[in-house]
């Protein structure tokens, strides 16, 4: 094979290559070319020269090599436009700035203050509960951890109902939705799109929300302790724009995906009595009065089961990047400029490196270390298992760019387990979960349960 091959793919239409084919279905799509055509994938996508890479090495390379495959251009002007310069969009001398200033309120210790918070706005939304009622699953738990997310992040005094803060923070996905976002790239500013025209009407409103705390904040001296506290003080001296670039992106990027992550666990666990039953023991085993930090560095199972959910529905379904350069990978050129694809869900169901991995089956993690437990400071370590490669699993993403919130993530997500699942279960009214693969794997409709009090 020569270095100047192109890597083979799906044949596409003229104008619109595959972008037919990939928004009807993005996972079933890219699950269809990894088996087709192998390592390296080449298709097209709203006008983008994508490569998808299959190989757990390459997907390596990419991730830990920022300087050579920074974040795709163009998903990031989409994002940038709502979020401006915040960590999840800067690169470069901006971002290694701001990630060192805010890394420590995601150190162990502050995590371990913010458990109380978990556990306590679970149990809010489950005083809501009624026993044989229906709830909306996916909303209740993205009301849930968007209500850890701000009090954490921004103190306790804040009331998102009053301040219009969940419904704008919705409203702000509209754009990014896959049936979507061939409009939303597409269209000039001007265009009467509907949900373009909230989405923006939502993002003002966040801004002057987002502004009033700052302004509240600084003319307060109240010792806090939470990220905005540290983002104040820290010695990177942000003015007004930066806090409110990274406030924004921390209310988009710290909330959906672990709703998204627990909603996924409930709908396995309905379907797997004999998992929920195994669950059940281990909390009962651990947890005393109400769960703790201390009792989710002793859970086992329980964080075997919110891995597993992660590895069959990775909220963040695919990471993008795009060559700085043009590099050689698999033996394939791939130009400078086209947009690399590294397929979470892909290689989480990879019959190479999982067995039966369609089955919901946590017992595959016990005593697999390959994510850093909630304990581990810093959460870059990282002891791949030996007859599984690294980055075979990555739902927090991997290199400097991993997900600064992991460990929040997995602590939050088992003590709003541990604390639902201690008094209640949940009955699925639906057959199953209709997905969209929009920047997050999210269900397309309501996710409408029972809830049982146990
Ligand atoms: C189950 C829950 C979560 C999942 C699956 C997840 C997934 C990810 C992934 C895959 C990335 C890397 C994206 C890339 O490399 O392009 C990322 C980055 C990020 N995540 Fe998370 N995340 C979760 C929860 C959180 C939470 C709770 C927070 C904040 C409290 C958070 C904040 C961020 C930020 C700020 C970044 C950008 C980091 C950087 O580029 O330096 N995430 N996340």
């Not at 055509?37 to 890479?53: H, S, T």
């Not at 509209?174 to 597409?186: A, D, V």
């Not at 000039?188 to 009407?201: F, K, M, S």
Request: aromatic residues 8%; glycine residues 6%.
């Amino acid at each position: 094979m020569t270095t100047t091959e192109t890597p083979p793919g799906p044949r596409g239409l003229p104008l619109v290559g595959n972008t037919h084919q990939w928004a009807r279905n993005p996972c079933e799509f890219r699950e269809r070319c990894a088996e087709a055509y192998g390592r390296v994938v080449n298709y097209e996508i709203i006008g983008w020269d994508a490569y998808m890479l299959t190989d757990p090495a390459d997907v390596k390379r990419v991730l830990e090599d920022r300087e050579t495959f920074p974040k795709h251009s163009g998903g990031n002007e989409q994002l940038s436009e709502m979020l401006g310069d915040g960590l999840v969009t800067s690169e470069g001398a901006l971002w290694e700035r701001q990630r060192e200033a805010i890394q420590p309120a995601f150190y162990v210790d502050n995590i371990r203050r913010y458990a109380d918070v978990m556990v306590s706005r679970t149990e809010d939304t489950l005083a809501r509960w009624r026993d044989g009622g229906t709830v909306d699953l996916r909303s209740e738990m993205m009301r849930t951890t968007l209500e850890i997310l701000v009090e954490a992040m921004f103190g306790d005094d804040i009331d998102l109902e009053a301040r219009g803060i969940y419904d704008a923070v919705e409203a702000m996905q509209e754009p990014l939705k896959p049936r979507n976002q061939p409009i939303t790239f597409l269209a000039p500013d001007w265009a009467p799109v509907p949900y373009l025209r909230r989405a923006n009407r939502a993002l003002d409103h966040l801004e002057t929300q987002v502004y009033d705390i700052l302004d509240e904040r600084r003319g307060s001296d109240t010792d806090r302790g939470d990220l905005l506290a540290m983002l104040l003080d820290s010695d990177a001296a942000m003015d007004d724009e930066q806090l409110r670039d990274e406030m924004l992106t921390f209310l988009f990027a710290g909330h959906e995906t672990t709703a998204l992550a627990l909603t996924y666990v409930w709908d396995l666990l309905s379907r797997n009595p004999e998992v929920e039953a195994r669950l059940h023991g281990e909390i009962a085993e651990v947890v005393d009065d109400r769960p703790t930090v201390e009792d989710v560095f002793a859970f086992e199972y329980t964080e075997a089961v919110v891995k597993e959910a992660l590895r069959l529905y990775p909220p963040a379904h695919e990471i993008r990047r795009e060559p700085a350069e043009d590099v050689v990978i698999g033996g394939y050129s791939i130009p400078e400029g086209s947009l690399l694809v590294l397929p979470t869900w892909v290689l989480h169901r990879d019959e190479r490196f999982w067995d039966d991995p369609g089955e919901f089956r946590p017992e595959r993690w016990i005593g697999d270390r390959e994510v850093p437990r909630a304990s581990d400071a810093g959460g870059e370590r990282r002891e791949p298992r030996a007859d599984r490669p690294e980055y075979a699993y990555f739902p927090f993403g991997g290199g400097p760019r991993r997900c600064i919130g992991q460990q929040f993530a997995m602590t939050e997500a088992q003590l709003v387990l541990a604390t639902t699942a201690r008094d209640w279960t949940v009955e699925r009214e639906y057959d199953d979960l209709d997905l969209s693969a929009a920047v997050t794997l999210r269900p397309k409709g309501e996710v409408p349960v029972t809830t049982r009090r146990r």
